[in-house]
């Protein structure tokens, strides 16, 4: 059984930086993509950004492009979301999520296409 663990969620000022870190353990295979969502009070779950974990490949919804920055540590089979510039509109609970993929696959942009969640890891910013 997969299991996804969220940390490094906390306060931080607007114009300030976090980094999340999503940690897999129970792979089966060494093809497989994470991804990072997040779902504000009152808002639906989005889709941020994923990656697949061998060939590196990466999605950003326009929200985040150019402040945040997805990667991963394969040999720890760890994703990390550097996130920089944080705004108000930024605060959520963050989720990471897995599928397996095949060699050339993508990542996932949409829910349903993930196998596994992560418990969560809440992302306050203060204005």
């Known amino acids: 059984e997969v299991q996804l663990v969220e940390s490094g969620g906390g306060l931080v000022r607007a114009g300030g930086s976090l980094r999340l870190s999503c940690a897999a353990s129970?792979?089966?295979?060494?093809?497989?993509?994470i991804g990072w969502f997040r779902r504000a009070p009152g808002k639906e779950r989005e889709m941020v950004s994923c990656i697949v974990s061998t060939d590196g490949g990466t999605y950003y919804s326009t929200s985040v492009k150019g402040r945040f920055t997805i990667s991963s540590d394969h040999a720890k089979d760890t994703v990390y979301l550097q996130m920089n510039s944080l705004e108000p509109e930024d605060a959520a609970v963050y989720f990471c999520?897995?599928?397996?993929?095949?060699?050339?696959?993508?990542?996932?942009?949409?829910?349903?296409?993930?196998?596994?969640w992560g418990q969560g890891t809440q992302v306050t910013v203060s204005s």
């Open positions: 999520a897995g599928h397996y993929t095949y060699t050339g696959g993508t990542c996932g942009e949409m829910e349903y296409q993930y196998d596994w």
């Open positions: 129970g792979l089966s295979f060494d093809e497989y993509a």
